[in-house]
């Protein structure tokens, strides 16, 4: 059974840092592109950052809200998911769930955690 | 950037079909996806590439796509259908990935 679990989250002051981990079973992680996607209150999901798998070089990409902020990594040998948020902002306030893209283009996710909230605020 | 639109709700009684709509300008060239979300729970999916089912959801769910409108239908929608479902596609364009603004169903 593919589980995702999201931890790290918590209240954080503005222009803080947090890193937030998703830990991974189930599923042969290093083979999967994982990506972080958010939920800010009342509003509708946003594509965070992708991490490719080894194949593609750990390739990584981020939506422009979090380019040269956050930094999405991982560590296939503790199938674990990582991102990394410096300079936090108010409106990054949101539910951050990690989920897993289906293998071969065109990618979606398939399966995702429960979740971790991240407050950012003074 | 690209932007996917959703009516914000929908209301069928119980046996009812249920239609949620989206809409956006690279649909003819691109997939939609569809996931539920259930108060407080973790997104699933329930139609990929438009049309297809992934094992474990109900046949009662379908999809379907027409020029710049993809439409998830739930014949037939019972109370545990109520969800917030949310469309997603591609813009490969300019490498947008983004999601409709959600679609809350009230089954009642």
């Known amino acids: 059974e593919v589980q995702l679990v999201e931890s790290g989250g918590g209240l954080v002051q503005p222009g803080g840092s947090l890193r937030l981990s998703c830990a991974a079973s189930?599923?042969?992680?290093?083979?999967?592109?994982m990506d972080w996607v958010r939920q800010a209150p009342g509003k509708r999901l946003e594509w965070v950052g992708r991490s490719r798998n080894k194949a593609h070089t750990y390739a990584t990409e981020y939506a422009s809200p979090v380019k040269g902020r956050f930094t999405v990594s991982r560590d296939d040998s503790k199938n674990s998911l990582f991102l990394q948020m410096n300079s936090l902002k108010t409106d990054d306030t949101a539910v951050y769930y990690c989920?897993?893209?289906?293998?071969?283009?065109?990618?979606?996710?398939?399966?995702w955690g429960q979740g971790t909230v991240v407050t950012v605020s003074s | 950037s690209y932007e996917l639109t959703q009516p914000p709700s929908v209301s069928v009684s119980p046996g009812q079909t249920a239609r949620i709509t989206c809409s956006g300008d690279a649909l003819p060239k691109e997939y939609a996806y569809w996931y539920q979300q259930k108060s407080g729970q973790a997104p699933v999916l329930v139609i990929y590439?438009?049309?297809k089912r992934p094992s474990g959801i109900p046949e009662r769910f379908s999809g379907s796509s027409s020029g710049t409108m993809a439409t998830l239908t739930i014949s037939g929608a019972q109370v545990e259908d109520e969800a917030d479902y949310y469309c997603y596609s591609t813009d490969s364009s300019d490498n947008d990935r983004v999601f409709g603004g959600g679609t809350k169903l009230t089954v009642l």
């Open positions: 189930g599923f042969i992680f290093s083979n999967y592109y």
């Open positions: 590439e438009d049309t």
């Open positions: 989920a897993r893209l289906s293998t071969g283009d065109p990618y979606y996710f398939d399966y």
